[in-house]
C-alpha cells in the first residue's frame, strides 16, 4: 500500500518563513483588522502633525499683528479669531490622531490574538502527528518554552509593533513633506539627525544582530534550563556533597550567557552613543542653519521667518521619540523572526505518513521481518536485520546488556518510529497500513520512564479510557496490586498526586501505570523494565498482577532481572541491535551462549544478596 505525509496539513501551510507575510498567514479572515489597523496607524501618524501646522500658522499670525494697536483693529479681530479656529483644529487633529491610533491597536489586537491561538493550535496539532519517539529526544518544557515564546513575541509584534513601525514609516515621510514646505534650509537641517541616526540603527541592527539575536536566545534558553537541571538534582548533590561540581554546568550556562550579553553589548556601544547624541542635538543642529538664513533674511518677512523657526524648532522634539520607535521596533522584529524560528522547526519536524486507506488489525500477533532502524541522525543502526514472530496470547522476553536494542525494538511495535528497512507487522498488518488510533487502542505499553499526570489517581490511571466508570478504576487498581496504595492516601483515588499533593514512590507509580494498562484492556501489552523502580515488595507485587494481566494478552516483555522471563514462551538475546539467541529459558540454559552467561551472573548476585544478608544477620547475632 502506498503511503503518504500529510503535507496538506495547516502546519504544513505556514511553515518555511519567518517574516511577516508568514504571521499574516496564521491571521487567515483576520488579515483585515491587521491592514486596518496599519491604516489607522499611517492615519494616526498623519494626524499627529496637524498641530504643528496650526502652531506655525498662529505664530505667523501673531507675529504679524504684533506691531497692530491692540484696539478695535478688523485686522487684529481676524487674527484672533483665526487663532480660536486653529486651535481648535489642532486639538481635534489631536484628538482624532489618538482615537485613531487606539482604534487601530483595537483591530491589530484582535488579529495578534487570533494569531497566537493558531500559533498554538498548528503546533498542538502537529505534535499529534509526529513520532511519538520525538518526545524522548525532547523535554515538554522545552517544547513549551518554543511554543509560547513564539506565540507571545508574534502577538506583540502585531497588536503593537506592527502599527509603530508603519507610524514610523509614515512620519518621516510626513516629515520630509512638511520639511521642504517653508525654508528649505531648515528643513534640511532637520532632516539631518534622521538621515544620521538611521545609518548608526543600520550598524547597530544590521545583519549581524538578527543572528547574534539568535545566539543570545540560545544562550537564555540554556542557562534557564541548566538552572531547571540544577534545582531538580540538589538533593543528590547534598547527599553526594558535590555541590561544586553540579554547580558547574550551570556556572558554564551563566557564563556563555554574560559573554554574549556583553559582547553584544559592546559591539552597540559606540553606534548606541552616537545615535544618542544625535537625535538628542537635533535642536542644536538647527541653531546655526537658523543664524546662517536670519543674515540673509529680509526685514519685511521676519515674522514669517520666526514662525518658521517655531515650526521647524517644535518638528525637531518629535526626532528622538520618532527614532526610538523604530530601533525597538526593530528589535523587537528581530526577536520575534528567533521565536518564529523555532516554531518553523517544530513544524518541519516530519510527521508520520498516514495510510490513505488503513487496514484492520486480523488478531494480535507481532512479527518483525528483517527490521533495520536507525535514530535520527544516529551514525548507525539501533536495531540491525532482526526477525521474529510472537502468535496471539503469547509472551515475547527480550533480554540482553543496556543499550543493545531491546527498547529500541519495543518503542518500533507501537510505532514510535519507522524502520529504516523490513517490515513491523501487528495483526498481520504493516503498521503503516494500520490507522494510528486503532494501533494505539489495541497496544497497552508500560514503560520505565512512564509518567503520571499532577492529577488524582483516578483521572491518571482513567487516561487510558476516558469513558471508563469510576468502579472500573478500582477494579485495575485492585488488578495492579494497589490496594495499599489507595489506602494509605487521605481522599484515596481522589487524591492529587504530583505538585501540591501526595508523593508516590518509583515502585508505587510503577504500580499505578500498570493499573492504566490494565484499564485500557489492550490485545497486546508491551512492558520495559515494569519493575525497574521497584524494590523487593513492589517488584513481588508487580510479578503478581503481571501474570494475570498477561494471561490471554500477546506480551512483549523487556527485563534485565532474568527471574521474571522464565516463562515467556520465546526469549530473545539481543547484542548491538541483533539477535545472537533465541529459545525457551531451559534451552537457553543448556546450551552455551550470553544467555547462559548472563543466567549465571544473575544467580551469583542473587546468591551474593543472600548470603549477605544472612552473614549480617549471624553478625547481630553475636
Same mark, same amino acid.
Given at each position: 500500500?502506498?503511503?503518504?505525509?500529510?503535507?496538506?496539513?495547516?502546519?504544513?501551510?505556514?511553515?518555511?518563513?519567518?517574516?511577516?507575510?508568514?504571521?499574516?498567514?496564521?491571521?487567515?479572515?483576520?488579515?483585515?483588522?491587521?491592514?486596518?489597523?496599519?491604516?489607522?496607524?499611517? +492615519?494616526?501618524?498623519?494626524?499627529?502633525?496637524?498641530?504643528?501646522?496650526?502652531?506655525?500658522?498662529?505664530?505667523?499670525?501673531?507675529?504679524?499683528?504684533?506691531?497692530?494697536?491692540?484696539?478695535?483693529?478688523?485686522?487684529?479681530?481676524?487674527?484672533?479669531?483665526?487663532?480660536?479656529?486653529?486651535?481648535?483644529?489642532?486639538?481635534?487633529?489631536?484628538?482624532?490622531? &489618538?482615537?485613531?491610533?487606539?482604534?487601530?491597536?483595537?483591530?491589530?489586537?484582535?488579529?495578534?490574538?487570533?494569531?497566537?491561538?493558531?500559533?498554538?493550535?498548528?503546533?498542538?496539532?502537529?505534535?499529534?502527528?509526529?513520532?511519538?519517539?520525538?518526545?524522548?529526544?525532547?523535554?515538554?518544557?522545552?517544547?513549551?518554552?518554543?511554543?509560547? $515564546?513564539?506565540?507571545?513575541?508574534?502577538?506583540?509584534? /502585531?497588536?503593537?509593533? +506592527?502599527?509603530?513601525?508603519?507610524?514610523?514609516?509614515?512620519?518621516?515621510?510626513?516629515?520630509?513633506?512638511?520639511?521642504?514646505? @517653508?525654508?528649505?534650509?531648515?528643513?534640511?537641517?532637520?532632516?539631518?539627525?534622521?538621515?544620521?541616526?538611521?545609518?548608526?540603527?543600520?550598524?547597530?541592527?544590521?545583519?549581524?544582530?538578527?543572528?547574534?539575536?539568535?545566539?543570545?536566545?540560545?544562550?537564555?534558553?540554556?542557562?534557564?534550563?541548566?538552572?531547571?537541571?540544577?534545582?531538580?538534582? /540538589?538533593?543528590?548533590?547534598?547527599?553526594?556533597?558535590?555541590?561544586?561540581?553540579?554547580?558547574?554546568?550551570?556556572?558554564?550556562?551563566?557564563?556563555?550567557?554574560?559573554?554574549?550579553?556583553?559582547?553584544?553589548?559592546?559591539?552597540?556601544?559606540?553606534?548606541?552613543?552616537?545615535?544618542? =547624541?544625535?537625535?538628542?542635538?537635533?535642536?542644536?543642529?538647527? %541653531?546655526?542653519?537658523?543664524?546662517?538664513?536670519?543674515?540673509?533674511?529680509?526685514?519685511?518677512?521676519? $515674522?514669517? @521667518?520666526?514662525?518658521?523657526?517655531?515650526?521647524?524648532?517644535?518638528?525637531?522634539?518629535?526626532?528622538?521619540?520618532?527614532?526610538?520607535?523604530?530601533?525597538?521596533?526593530?528589535?523587537?522584529?528581530?526577536?520575534?523572526?528567533?521565536?518564529?524560528?523555532?516554531?518553523?522547526? %517544530?513544524?518541519?519536524?516530519?510527521?508520520?505518513?498516514?495510510?490513505?486507506?488503513?487496514?484492520?488489525?486480523?488478531?494480535?500477533?507481532?512479527?518483525?521481518?528483517?527490521?533495520?532502524?536507525?535514530?535520527?541522525?544516529?551514525?548507525?543502526?539501533?536495531?540491525?536485520?532482526?526477525?521474529?514472530?510472537?502468535?496471539?496470547?503469547?509472551?515475547?522476553?527480550?533480554?540482553?546488556?543496556?543499550?543493545?536494542?531491546?527498547?529500541?525494538?519495543?518503542?518500533?511495535?507501537?510505532? @514510535?518510529?519507522?524502520?529504516?528497512?523490513? &517490515?513491523?507487522?501487528?495483526?498481520?498488518?504493516?503498521?503503516?497500513?494500520?490507522?494510528?488510533?486503532?494501533? =494505539?487502542?489495541?497496544?497497552?505499553?508500560?514503560?520505565?520512564?512512564?509518567?503520571?499526570?499532577?492529577?488524582?489517581?483516578?483521572?491518571? &490511571?482513567?487516561?487510558?479510557?476516558?469513558?471508563?466508570?469510576?468502579?472500573?478504576? =478500582?477494579?485495575?487498581?485492585?488488578?495492579?496490586?494497589?490496594?495499599?496504595?489507595?489506602?494509605?492516601?487521605?481522599?484515596?483515588?481522589?487524591?492529587?498526586?504530583?505538585?501540591?499533593?501526595?508523593?508516590?514512590?518509583?515502585?508505587?507509580?510503577?504500580?499505578?501505570?500498570?493499573?492504566?494498562?490494565?484499564?485500557?484492556?489492550?490485545?497486546? +501489552?508491551?512492558?520495559?523494565?515494569?519493575? $525497574? @523502580?521497584?524494590?523487593?515488595?513492589?517488584?513481588?507485587? /508487580?510479578?503478581?498482577?503481571?501474570?494475570?494481566?498477561?494471561?490471554?494478552? #500477546?506480551?512483549?516483555?523487556?527485563?534485565?532481572?532474568?527471574?521474571?522471563? +522464565?516463562?515467556?514462551?520465546?526469549?530473545?538475546?539481543?547484542?548491538?541491535?541483533?539477535?545472537?539467541?533465541?529459545?525457551?529459558?531451559?534451552?537457553? &540454559?543448556?546450551?552455551?551462549?550470553?544467555?547462559?552467561?548472563?543466567?549465571?551472573?544473575?544467580? #551469583?548476585?542473587?546468591?551474593?544478596?543472600?548470603?549477605?544478608?544472612?552473614?549480617?544477620?549471624?553478625?547481630?547475632?553475636?
Amino acid at each position: 500500500m502506498e503511503h503518504r505525509v500529510t503535507s496538506e496539513s495547516q502546519s504544513g501551510e505556514h511553515a518555511g518563513g519567518d517574516g511577516l507575510l508568514t504571521l499574516l498567514r496564521y491571521a487567515g479572515a483576520h488579515r483585515w483588522q491587521v491592514v486596518l489597523g496599519c491604516v489607522l496607524s499611517a +492615519l494616526s501618524a498623519i494626524l499627529a502633525l496637524v498641530p504643528y501646522l496650526c502652531i506655525w500658522r498662529i505664530a505667523r499670525d501673531l507675529l504679524t499683528t504684533a506691531s497692530v494697536s491692540l484696539a478695535a483693529d478688523p485686522i487684529v479681530l481676524a487674527a484672533a479669531s483665526d487663532t480660536a479656529t486653529f486651535g481648535w483644529i489642532a486639538a481635534g487633529s489631536a484628538a482624532a490622531g &489618538v482615537l485613531a491610533y487606539m482604534s487601530g491597536l483595537g483591530c491589530t489586537h484582535r488579529a495578534a490574538f487570533h494569531i497566537a491561538t493558531q500559533i498554538r493550535t498548528v503546533c498542538c496539532e502537529h505534535l499529534l502527528r509526529v513520532p511519538l519517539g520525538y518526545y524522548q529526544s525532547v523535554s515538554s518544557g522545552e517544547l513549551r518554552r518554543h511554543v509560547d $515564546a513564539g506565540a507571545d513575541l508574534t502577538e506583540d509584534v /502585531i497588536a503593537h509593533k +506592527l502599527p509603530d513601525v508603519v507610524g514610523a514609516i509614515v512620519t518621516p515621510v510626513a516629515f520630509l513633506v512638511l520639511s521642504f514646505s @517653508f525654508d528649505w534650509r531648515m528643513g534640511l537641517a532637520c532632516l539631518l539627525p534622521i538621515v544620521l541616526g538611521s545609518a548608526l540603527l543600520g550598524m547597530t541592527m544590521g545583519k549581524g544582530a538578527a543572528s547574534a539575536m539568535d545566539d543570545y536566545q540560545d544562550a537564555l534558553d540554556s542557562m534557564n534550563r541548566e538552572a531547571v537541571e540544577y534545582v531538580r538534582g /540538589i538533593p543528590v548533590v547534598k547527599v553526594f556533597q558535590q555541590t561544586t561540581y553540579s554547580f558547574k554546568g550551570f556556572y558554564r550556562a551563566i557564563v556563555a550567557y554574560g559573554n554574549l550579553a556583553f559582547g553584544f553589548a559592546q559591539a552597540a556601544e559606540r553606534p548606541q552613543t552616537a545615535f544618542a =547624541m544625535v537625535v538628542g542635538s537635533a535642536f542644536l543642529l538647527l %541653531i546655526p542653519v537658523v543664524a546662517f538664513a536670519a543674515a540673509s533674511t529680509e526685514s519685511g518677512d521676519w $515674522a514669517r @521667518f520666526a514662525a518658521d523657526f517655531i515650526f521647524y524648532a517644535a518638528l525637531c522634539g518629535i526626532t528622538p521619540s520618532m527614532l526610538t520607535r523604530i530601533m525597538y521596533v526593530g528589535q523587537s522584529s528581530m526577536s520575534a523572526r528567533t521565536a518564529l524560528r523555532r516554531v518553523n522547526a %517544530i513544524l518541519s519536524i516530519e510527521p508520520l505518513p498516514q495510510p490513505e486507506l488503513a487496514d484492520d488489525m486480523r488478531d494480535a500477533s507481532i512479527a518483525f521481518e528483517n527490521v533495520c532502524f536507525a535514530y535520527p541522525g544516529a551514525p548507525r543502526d539501533a536495531v540491525s536485520h532482526v526477525s521474529f514472530t510472537v502468535a496471539p496470547g503469547q509472551t515475547l522476553a527480550l533480554v540482553g546488556p543496556s543499550g543493545s536494542g531491546k527498547s529500541s525494538c519495543a518503542a518500533l511495535i507501537p510505532r @514510535f518510529w519507522d524502520v529504516r528497512s523490513g &517490515v513491523v507487522r501487528v495483526g498481520g498488518r504493516d503498521v503503516r497500513d494500520l490507522d494510528p488510533r486503532d494501533l =494505539m487502542e489495541n497496544v497497552a505499553f508500560v514503560f520505565q520512564g512512564g509518567r503520571l499526570f499532577c492529577d488524582t489517581i483516578l483521572e491518571n &490511571v482513567r487516561a487510558a479510557r476516558p469513558d471508563a466508570s469510576r468502579e472500573e478504576v =478500582m477494579a485495575a487498581l485492585a488488578d495492579a496490586q494497589c490496594d495499599d496504595i489507595v489506602a494509605k492516601l487521605p481522599q484515596g483515588i481522589d487524591t492529587r498526586i504530583g505538585a501540591g499533593g501526595a508523593y508516590l514512590s518509583g515502585g508505587e507509580q510503577q504500580r499505578v501505570l500498570l493499573a492504566r494498562a490494565i484499564l485500557k484492556d489492550a490485545a497486546i +501489552l508491551v512492558l520495559d523494565e515494569a519493575t $525497574a @523502580f521497584a524494590d523487593a515488595d513492589n517488584e513481588a507485587r /508487580i510479578q503478581r498482577s503481571l501474570k494475570r494481566v498477561m494471561e490471554g494478552r #500477546t506480551v512483549v516483555m523487556i527485563a534485565h532481572r532474568l527471574s521474571s522471563v +522464565l516463562d515467556a514462551d520465546q526469549i530473545l538475546v539481543i547484542v548491538d541491535g541483533e539477535v545472537v539467541q533465541r529459545g525457551t529459558h531451559r534451552a537457553l &540454559v543448556e546450551a552455551d551462549g550470553p544467555y547462559r552467561r548472563m543466567w549465571d551472573d544473575y544467580c #551469583t548476585s542473587v546468591r551474593w544478596e543472600i548470603g549477605t544478608r544472612k552473614g549480617e544477620a549471624f553478625d547481630d547475632g553475636q
